[in-house]
């Protein structure tokens, strides 16, 4: 089992509309997880952490964790075509080897 | 603050030269990773430095050697680039352990080997 899984996509969805992503994760990257955005050519850029069961929203952005079912999910309101990007799930099992990435969601936002 | 550097941003090799990608970073974080990004792939761990005077092997280091130079430094060397290193290539620092660790990354290097 890959440790950090993600559906490659691509997902559209129309604006204005909730982007939904999701993740599911082994139990070695367990301990914390994030959501990164990356737009075509240029580096990974941090969104949202999460470390404890329930729901956390900053703006726009909601992650979700449910530990019992080993997944992450990242909702994403009121859509505008600037969202579009590739979403990148990682998990942390608070090693030195830093962070587990899943290949990434393509998410585009139809205006 | 920079945050975390890279030279060059781009490069083209011929099979079997050599080069060192060079990684700097300002947040005085003692861990630092390269990381390789390919079509399809995600992000893939090259090796990783978790504090000066170490260095260890992720997922792919076949190919690649490390330094890490000094807490700021870390470069990544191709001794002999085959075109199968042909890449993205993105050094990141860790802020933190455990609960509240963040990586950051820098602007990338796009390395194509002919």
């Known amino acids: 089992q890959k440790e950090v899984e993600q559906n490659s996509g691509p997902l559209s969805v129309p604006e204005g509309a909730i982007a939904s992503l999701n993740c599911t994760y082994s139990?070695?990257?367990?301990?914390?997880f994030f959501w990164y955005r990356q737009y075509s050519g240029k580096s990974p850029e941090l969104i949202m952490s999460i470390y404890s069961n329930g729901d956390k929203e900053d703006g726009r952005f909601t992650a979700q964790l449910n530990k019992a079912s080993q997944y992450v999910s990242l909702l994403i309101r009121d859509s505008q075509p600037s969202d579009s990007a590739t979403y990148l799930c990682?998990?942390?099992?608070?090693?030195?080897?830093?962070?587990?990435f899943g290949k990434g969601t393509h998410l585009i936002i139809q205006p | 603050n920079a945050g975390v550097t890279q030279t060059p941003k781009f490069q083209v090799l011929k099979t079997g030269q050599s080069m060192t990608l060079q990684c700097a970073q300002d947040m005085n974080h003692n861990s630092m990773y390269w990381y390789r990004q390919d079509p399809g792939m995600g992000l893939r761990l090259i090796y990783y430095?978790?504090?000066?005077?170490?260095?260890d092997k992720g997922e792919v280091p076949n190919g690649y050697n490390v330094s890490r130079l000094n807490k700021r430094e870390f470069s990544l060397r191709l001794e002999s680039a085959a075109p199968s290193q042909t890449s993205v290539y993105f050094c990141?620092?860790?802020?933190?352990?455990?609960?509240?660790?963040?990586?950051?990354f820098g602007p990338g290097t796009r390395l194509l080997v002919l």
């Open positions: 139990d070695r990257v367990s301990q914390s």
């Open positions: 990141a620092t860790l802020r933190g352990a455990g609960t509240g660790e963040t990586q950051y």
């Open positions: 430095s978790a504090s000066e005077g170490t260095t």
């Open positions: 990682a998990g942390a099992g608070g090693g030195a080897d830093g962070l587990t």
